[in-house]
């Protein structure tokens, strides 16, 4: 099992240039997250999805957009990236509520919006 | 206000010392997760408890839901236990779960 991938590792935009985030799981888990991770802070849920067809907002969802057309892929969308948006983006997903089931990461997304 | 507070930032540790790493939460909670960062950013579950202890290999993570803190032993540490531990509590109402900002560990051999 490849567990959770994403795709791609790193990206760099200019601002205002839109890109899709691919995160894909293959354990059959019903919920999917995606988070960022800044510098001094903790991890911080953009949106997450419930199931199939479902998509939730997080945290900070602003300036984001998500679709889970198919249960094993979670999309994250920037339609115009802006500088703020720089980080380090990770995937997750779990069979059950994460707030008592176990999560599995993905290796991570470097954007970096100049 | 974060709902979960870690302590120490960061640590260094020489090798074979025993490492704690200290967490504390304000929330009501379903479960305790620790979670390891890796140096390449990799993110892995360590542990997710609810009660008592838990014990994997050298690594053993406590929490007292009392207290409400939770602990997380490293015996005989080693070099590639460098990495950032990651406190995080899963709420027991709604679908809340709050990130800890980690604890950055280096281990010189």
């Known amino acids: 099992n490849a567990g959770v991938t994403q795709t791609p590792k790193f990206r760099v935009l200019k601002t205002g240039q839109s890109m899709t985030l691919l995160c894909a799981q293959d354990m059959n888990h019903e919920y999917m997250y995606w988070y960022r991770q800044d510098p001094g802070m903790g991890l911080r849920l953009i949106h997450y999805s419930v199931g199939e067809g479902t998509t939730a907002k997080g945290e900070v969802p602003d300036g984001y957009n998500v679709s889970r057309l198919k249960k094993q892929n979670f999309l994250l969308g920037l339609e115009s990236a802006a500088p703020s948006q720089t980080s380090v983006y990770f995937c997750?997903?779990?069979?059950?509520?994460?707030?008592?089931?176990?999560?599995?990461f993905g290796p991570g997304t470097r954007l970096t919006v100049t | 206000k974060n709902e979960v507070e870690q302590s120490p930032q960061n640590l260094t540790a020489q090798e074979g010392e025993f490492i704690t790493i200290n967490c504390s939460y304000s929330?009501?909670?379903?479960?305790l997760h620790w979670l390891q960062q890796h140096p390449g950013g990799g993110i892995v579950s360590l542990f997710m408890?609810?009660?008592g202890k838990k014990k994997h290999g050298r690594l053993i993570a406590t929490i007292n839901i009392q207290e409400k803190h939770s602990s997380l032993h490293i015996t005989a540490s080693h070099p590639r236990d460098s990495a950032v531990y990651i406190c995080a509590a899963g709420s027991n109402t709604g679908n809340q779960f709050y990130f800890g900002t980690g604890t950055s560990l280096t281990v010189i051999p």
């Open positions: 997750a997903s779990s069979y059950y509520p994460r707030r008592a089931y176990e999560q599995y």
């Open positions: 408890l609810s009660s």
């Open positions: 929330v009501g909670i379903s479960a």
